[in-house]
C-alpha cells in the first residue's frame, strides 16, 4: 500500500494519502519533412496518480510528467484540484462597494494563476475605482498620478501611504504600455497594501460608525417611557 503526505485542502494541512489507481498516458506530435519522411516533434509522458486522503477521504489527482517513460524523476508535477496552500485567498468585504470588490476576487484569482501583468493592470483599475468613488473624477484629473495628487492635498491619507500608492500606477504602466511583468515579491507586497487600503477605507469605517450608531442607541435615553 502506497502512502503519501500530500496537502489536503479539505484538512488545510499535510495529511497522509492512500495511491488508489495509477495511469499511464503518452502526448505526442508528429509532422512531416521535405523528403516526406515522419518526425517526432515532442513526447511527453504522464503517470496520473489517484491519492485519496486517510483523514477526509477527500480524492487529489497528482499529474507527474516525464521526457522519457523511464526516467526517474518528473520535469513537472500537478495537482488537481489545485493546491490551496499555494493561493492567496482573498478578503472577505462585505462593504467595499460591489464592483470594486468583484474586480479585487479577479485580481486575487489571476494572482493565483501567475498571471503577473494582468494582476498589476487590475491593482491600478482598483485604485482609479477608489479614487472614483472619492468624487476624484477625470474631469478634475485625467491621470492617475493626479487623482493620488488630489488624494493627497484632501488629507484623505498619509504620505507615506500616498507614497505606497504611487508605486501602483508605475506597475499598472509597465504592465499596460510596456508588458513588464513585475517581480513576485513587488505584486505580493502591492496586494498586501491593497487589502489593508479595502479594510481601512470600506470596512473599519464601517464598523466604527457601525459600532458609534449603536453606542448612540444605548447612551439615548428614551423619551417615550
Not at 489536503?8 to 495511491?19: A, R, Y
Not at 523528403?35 to 486517510?54: G, Q, R
Not at 485567498?89 to 501567475?114: A, D, G, Q, W
Not at 513576485?184 to 479594510?199: C, F, G, H, K, Y
Request: aromatic share 8%; with cysteine; charged share 25%.
Amino acid at each position: 500500500m502506497d502512502i503519501r503526505k500530500i496537502y489536503c485542502n479539505s484538512c488545510e494541512n499535510f495529511t497522509n494519502h492512500q495511491l488508489k489507481y495509477s495511469h499511464r498516458s503518452m502526448e505526442s506530435e508528429q509532422d512531416i519533412d521535405d523528403d516526406d519522411n515522419l518526425i517526432l516533434l515532442y513526447c511527453i509522458h504522464c503517470l496520473n496518480n489517484l491519492w485519496v486522503c486517510m483523514g477526509c477521504e477527500q480524492a487529489t489527482l497528482e499529474m507527474q510528467y516525464r521526457q522519457n517513460a523511464d526516467d526517474k524523476e518528473p520535469v513537472l508535477i500537478n495537482f488537481w484540484p489545485k493546491r490551496t496552500i499555494q493561493l492567496r485567498k482573498p478578503r472577505i468585504l462585505s462593504s467595499t462597494p460591489k464592483e470594486i470588490n468583484r474586480t479585487y476576487i479577479e485580481v486575487i484569482s489571476c494572482f493565483n494563476e501567475n498571471n503577473l501583468i494582468l494582476t498589476a493592470m487590475g491593482i491600478r483599475a482598483i485604485l482609479e475605482a477608489i479614487c472614483k468613488d472619492l468624487n476624484i473624477t477625470d474631469t478634475e484629473s485625467f491621470g492617475l498620478k493626479g487623482k493620488l495628487a488630489i488624494l493627497k492635498s484632501r488629507k484623505l491619507y498619509s504620505d507615506s501611504i500616498i507614497n505606497a500608492l504611487d508605486q501602483f500606477k508605475f506597475l499598472g504602466d509597465d504592465a499596460a504600455h510596456k508588458l513588464v511583468s513585475p517581480k513576485i515579491s513587488e505584486i505580493t507586497l502591492a496586494l498586501q497594501v491593497l487589502d489593508d487600503l479595502l479594510v481601512h477605507q470600506y470596512e473599519a469605517k464601517y464598523n466604527l460608525e457601525n459600532s458609534a450608531k449603536r453606542l448612540h442607541r444605548i447612551k439615548t435615553p428614551n423619551t417615550n417611557q
